[in-house]
T-cell receptor
Framework: AQKITQTQPGMFVQEKEAVTLDCTYDTSDQSYGLFWYKQPSSGEMIFLIYQGSYDEQNATEGRYSLNFQKARKSANLVISASQLGDSAMYFC????????????FGKGTRLHILP | DAGVIQSPRHEVTEMGQEVTLRCKPISGHDYLFWYRQTMMRGLELLIYFNNNVPIDDSGMPEDRFSAKMPNASFSTLKIQPSEPRDSAVYFCAIGRGVKSGELFFGEGSRLTVL
């Protein structure tokens, strides 16, 4: 069974608009971590943001925020004021348990920012 | 600074040949991961090591795949014999055992099996 689900294979958004990329996850652990990574066309993987399952506040990093809804098991990435350089593949990922191991990824969402 | 060097960056080989992908972490870490990326399957975890010991290899597709980590500065992923369906980008990533679990990725090795 898929543990990380990203339902949007592709999205097109107008520049300067806000973007929400969906991610739902499945785990029976009480302690876990959720991540988002960006992969531009050049291929490298860039860490964006992290949310711990016990963190009470939604994580934010600059224009990125993670909309964490624990009861719904969702961890959507919100990008405010999108820019052309945000065009990339975005992956949601999860670490189960307390340790820094077995980080698994969703299939990704390809985001296209239109000028 | 964290860093991971992977080689080769690109490899084209013929079906049946042995392929060895290399990963050299250049800074301290506790964990090392091998991922495979394809259009159809996204990023799949193949195997990961903790302190050079393989912890979970349940993602390794079949016996043709093997991975080793003889020391903290070097790991290999070997495919023997290779098949066209093994064509993918293979990433090595390291983690530092901190709670945030951020991974530092290499630039990947693009493998094409003809």
């Amino acid at each position: 069974a898929q543990k990380i689900t990203q339902t949007q294979p592709g999205m097109f958004v107008q520049e300067k608009e806000a973007v929400t990329l969906d991610c739902t996850y499945d785990t029976s652990d009480q302690s876990y971590g959720l991540f988002w990574y960006k992969q531009p066309s050049s291929g490298e993987m860039i860490f964006l943001i992290y949310q711990g399952s016990y963190d009470e506040q939604n994580a934010t990093e600059g224009r990125y925020s993670l909309n964490f809804q624990k009861a719904r098991k969702s961890a959507n990435l919100v990008i405010s004021a999108s820019q052309l350089g945000d065009s990339a593949m975005y992956f949601c990922a999860m670490r189960e348990g307390d340790r820094d191991d077995k980080i698994i990824f969703g299939k990704g969402t390809r985001l296209h920012i239109l000028p | 600074d964290a860093g991971v060097i992977q080689s080769p960056r690109h490899e084209v080989t013929e079906m049946g040949q042995e392929v060895t992908l290399r990963c050299k972490p250049i800074s301290g870490h506790d964990y090392l991961f091998w991922y495979r990326q394809t259009m159809m399957r996204g990023l799949e975890l193949l195997i990961y090591f903790n302190n050079n010991v393989p912890i979970d290899d349940s993602g390794m597709p079949e016996d043709r795949f093997s991975a080793k980590m003889p020391n903290a500065s070097f790991s290999t992923l070997k495919i023997q014999p290779s098949e066209p369906r093994d064509s993918a980008v293979y990433f090595c990533a390291i983690g530092r055992g901190v709670k945030s679990g951020e991974l530092f990725f290499g630039e990947g090795s693009r493998l094409t099996v003809l």
